[in-house]
């Protein structure tokens, strides 16, 4: 087997990989956030018990864990453009969907990681020490302020192992927006390999720039783990 | 335990309920000449023919294909799992670096790369075997299962207290008569929970097979858009969701179940 990679050489197509990769890491970085807001705001109120909305809360991640992220961004992407929601661009009259390729993307990978980090906040939520939540309690703490200023942030700084896999696994599984024509580094290959044949050098290319992009993420974990932790307080690693 | 089964109860109620008001909600006086399109589409779904006459495709071809890679996986997992704890560096090293590799890349790249990786047929002691996208899907899912499967063989050996391990081997075992006799009887308690966890995430990862061709459940879907418009886009893959929530909910209420007794939560 001789592999080429010559093509690798081509600016025009190291042009489009570089804005791949930038779309994708752009994509992560929303989809983060939208992780992280709906993981904290999920893990609070599964954790005080809020009456109504809990059970729907739990119904939310029984349902974003169990089923493909892939027919989730299918679905989301056609219910929206399904209800039709549009803009009129000004410039050109032309009407144009409010939710592109790309947001619902960003949706996806939020909500279904989102899902996982409500699960995992919440175990963080219950490894903290109960004499510490309840030491917070005899200070007079209500019940809200013991979750702002005593459980969160012990158990957030718990929850980082588990929370790196889901950074990791929400890198890997941005590339399925490749399927619905985000200009991704998955979907620039693919238009890559229809240009030059070389799928297997193209593909190997992508499985590189992932495992890198995954293990910079590791590495990035472990630095924030390392620089939030309580001195003297969990596991030294 | 009760509370597994209230969970149970409300999601297996509470999820479609909660698909069947997304449905309403989209298509709204529609709702029921939708229904009464994509019904005779039902069996197209699940098993890739309009009569049940055959079972080769649609969310069949999912559960079949996850049942193979599933049954390699462990096979070439335990193997990987084995070379992880091996006390020389040469077979420690290469299968550590193995297992991080396959671990860190996309399920979505593997698969497209053994599209490619794979040749369309090959040739053992004359028969000439001929590799179709199932059988490719198959390979492709099974290699970053094997890594897991290997992460979790190593984590379940690693439970056991290593005076399991001096004992036998003052007993005259030879390291792998240890782990096949001794450690793995115990682990394996450990290890089940883990390994459904990991089936359901292949399960749900056989999703991403609609790229190499097969005819899974997606393409099934995508080829009856394309013929019936558009406009049933949102009920079927609504459908399709709940296909997969009906076959992995129960998985995961088992498998909490399992940890509960084990007495492994998740981490």
């Known amino acids: 087997m001789n592999l080429d990679f010559s093509w690798l050489a081509d600016p025009y197509y190291q042009y489009w990989l570089l804005r791949g990769l930038g779309t994708t890491i752009l994509m992560s970085v929303l989809g983060l956030v939208l992780m992280m ?20 809360t739990t119904l939310f991640v029984e349902m974003f864990r169990n089923t493909p992220p892939l027919v989730q961004l299918f679905f989301l992407y056609f219910m929206l453009s399904e209800m039709g929601l549009t803009l009129t661009d000004p410039a050109t009259g032309q009407r144009i969907p409010i939710f592109s390729g790309f947001t619902c993307a960003v949706l996806s990978l939020g909500l279904y990681n989102g899902a996982l980090a409500i699960e995992i906040i919440r175990s963080g939520l219950l490894a903290v020490p109960l004499q510490t939540v309840e030491g917070a309690r005899s200070l007079g703490y209500s019940r809200v302020q013991t979750f702002r200023y005593i459980e969160l942030p012990i158990g957030l700084r718990l929850s980082m192992p588990a929370m790196t896999n889901n950074v990791v696994s929400l890198i ?56 939030i932790r309580i001195p003297g307080y969990g596991a030294v690693a | ?49 309009a009569d049940f006459s055959s079972l080769e495709g649609g969310f069949v071809a ?36 193995v297992m991080n590799l396959l671990r860190n890349s996309p399920w979505l790249v593997v698969l497209f790369a053994m599209l490619y990786l794979l040749p369309f047929e090959i040739e053992i002691f004359g028969f000439t075997v001929s590799l179709s996208p199932a059988v490719k899907a198959v390979i492709g899912l099974a290699l970053p299962v094997t890594a897991n499967i290997a992460e979790i063989f190593r984590g379940g050996v690693q439970a056991i207290p290593s005076g399991q391990w001096e004992s036998a081997s003052s007993l005259g075992y030879r390291r792998l008569q240890i782990l096949r006799h001794v ?14 966890t990991m089936y359901s995430m292949l399960f749900i990862g056989t999703s991403l097979v609609v790229v190499t061709g097969a005819n899974d459940v997606l393409s099934v879907a995508r080829t009856i858009i394309a013929v019936d418009g558009d406009a049933v886009a949102t009920a079927i893959y609504i459908f399709v969701l709940l296909l997969f929530f009906l076959f992995c909910f129960p998985i995961a209420i088992l498998t909490r179940r399992l940890e509960h007794r084990v007495g492994t939560s998740h981490p």
């Open chain 1, 37 to 56: 807001v709906i993981g904290i705001a999920g893990a609070l109120i599964i954790h005080l018990r809020v009456p109504v909305l809990a059970t729907w």
């Open chain 2, 62 to 97: 999912n559960i079949l294909i996850s049942l193979w890679s599933m049954a390699i996986a462990i096979v070439t997992g335990a193997m990987l799992g084995t070379g992880l704890i091996a006390r020389s560096a040469f077979v420690r090293l290469p299968s550590s670096l």
């Open chain 2, 183 to 196: 450690v793995i009887p115990q682990a394996l308690p450990l290890m089940v929970p883990n390994l459904m």
């Open chain 2, 1 to 49: 335990m009760s509370m597994q089964m209230r969970t149970f109860i409300l999601g297996m109620i509470g999820v479609p309920a909660l698909l069947a008001l997304v449905f309403l909600t989209v298509y709204g006086e529609q709702a029921g000449a939708i229904i009464a399109r994509i019904l005779p589409r039902v069996p197209m779904l699940l098993t890739g023919s």
């Open chain 1, 172 to 227: 890997k599984t941005s590339n399925q927006a490749a399927l619905v024509a985000v200009a991704d580094i998955m979907y620039t290959a693919t238009q890559i390999m229809l240009e030059n044949f070389r799928n297997l050098e193209v593909m190997i290319f992508v499985w590189v720039v992932y495992v890198a992009l995954s293990s910079l993420a590791v590495v990035a974990m472990r630095y924030i783990d390392r620089l």
